[in-house]
């Protein structure tokens, strides 16, 4: 039997562990589910995580910005993690949290990053000195241009493939999380334990609530069979890459509310907040009515909160569509055909639109094949709920 990465018997005497990585609110959705299988596994030992900024950049004034990362809300929710990092947005700022870590004297660090492993292998070896430090590698290429990176991994006690060579094509990520999680911990995850979760706390939900009816939307949650009353519409994402046109968007309303299904229907635009002047603009240049704004300014839980209200969701994708399906939220993903593998988890509740071709971004899928894809979704629920 293969012995684990991290030794058993260390595992058993630490009394903390402290996980390395760069993390999106839709990577966290779906590790949260495996630190919390380690805590299960472990619960004497305190999960602390560093959550590395990769827009860290010397431009002081976009520091705030970044101190305010949503992520960050979530993260102190969580009741089984102990500590966050999350200073992590300059280089000094990397200095003082190091020094921080270092002076925690963790026994363990386990490094989860999969963009430039090398360096957070680096990472991961100054936060704990002295540590038993395992972490996440590359294969090895063989060129002159990563003989440095794989010098690096040296600093590693155990390292583990970030891929397994024999690991089946239509992969899920889910997949290779658990599969990092039982070379490192000997922790086998399977099935629906794989599930992601949220959690959301009873105030947001009251908040959301609140909400609607401030925006006189009377009725939702209603089942995506027949009508559905309020639809939420993500078009944003951080990559530009992956972001949805105002124009397709605005001509898929149009669309669907020329049937019987969206006649009545509430359109709920979830908006960064720097764009809400412009969307309102746009919406009233537009003639378009029943359309409401919203915008997570106060807390991440608004955003979870009002998804899992709506009858639909049709989002690009980003963390949006994976809470959606989590939440049980019918979800229409609008999806490159670069990373299949960060498809929702739960297919029941789900219907992903791919782009063409790999080359093609977001908005190079057409409104009128969301059109069909939403109504296919609509049909198949239906026929479901009449057997």
């Not at 760069?22 to 919390?36: E, R």
Request: a positive charge; glycine letters at 4%; aromatic letters at 12%.
């Amino acid at each position: 039997m293969k012995q684990q990465l991290v030794p058993a018997e260390l595992l058993e005497k630490a009394d903390k562990i402290l996980f390395v990585t760069h993390l999106a609110i839709g990577d966290f959705l779906y590790w949260q589910t495996y630190f919390k299988a380690f805590h299960d596994q472990y619960p004497h030992i305190k999960i602390h995580v560093w959550v590395d900024e990769l827009r860290r950049t010397w431009k002081w004034w976009k520091w705030d910005g970044l101190k305010r990362y949503s992520l960050f809300d979530w993260l102190s929710e969580c009741p089984f993690i102990e500590k966050v990092y999350n200073e992590t947005y300059s280089l000094p700022a990397v200095l003082r949290s190091i020094k921080t870590a270092r002076g925690e004297k963790y026994p363990v660090v386990v490094s989860l990053a999969t963009l430039r492993a090398h360096r957070y292998a680096v990472l991961a070896r100054l936060a704990g000195a002295k540590a038993f430090v395992a972490g996440l590698v590359t294969r090895q290429k063989w060129s002159w241009f990563d003989v440095i990176p794989q010098a690096l991994y040296h600093v590693l006690n155990a390292r583990c493939s970030q891929k397994p060579q024999d690991m089946e094509q239509g992969y899920h990520i889910t997949d290779l999380y658990a599969h990092w999680f039982k070379e490192f911990f000997g922790i086998n995850i399977n099935g629906e334990e794989r599930r992601p979760f949220m959690n959301i706390p009873r105030d947001w939900r009251t908040n959301a609530k609140l909400a609607l009816l401030k925006w006189g939307v009377t009725s939702a949650a209603n089942g995506i069979a027949h009508k559905p009353r309020t639809v939420f519409v993500n078009i944003f994402a951080k990559d530009k890459k992956r972001c949805w046109t105002l124009d397709a968007a605005l001509q898929l309303i149009a669309m669907l509310r020329s049937q019987d299904h969206f006649s009545q229907a509430y359109f709920i635009f979830n908006v960064m907040p720097g764009e809400l002047h412009a969307m309102r603009q746009a919406l009233a240049d537009n003639g378009v009515g029943n359309v409401i704004l919203f915008s997570a300014n106060e807390h991440f839980f608004q955003l979870p909160a009002i998804i899992e209200l709506c009858d639909l969701v049709i989002s690009v994708e980003t963390a949006v569509m994976h809470i959606a399906a989590a939440l049980k939220v019918p979800v229409v993903a609008l999806m490159r055909s670069k990373n299949p593998e960060w498809v929702p988890w739960d297919k029941e509740c789900s219907r992903v639109l791919m782009a063409a071709k790999r080359t093609h971004w977001v908005r190079d899928i057409p409104p009128t094949q969301v059109m069909y894809c939403v109504n296919e979704f609509l049909h198949e629920a239906e026929r479901r709920e009449q057997v």
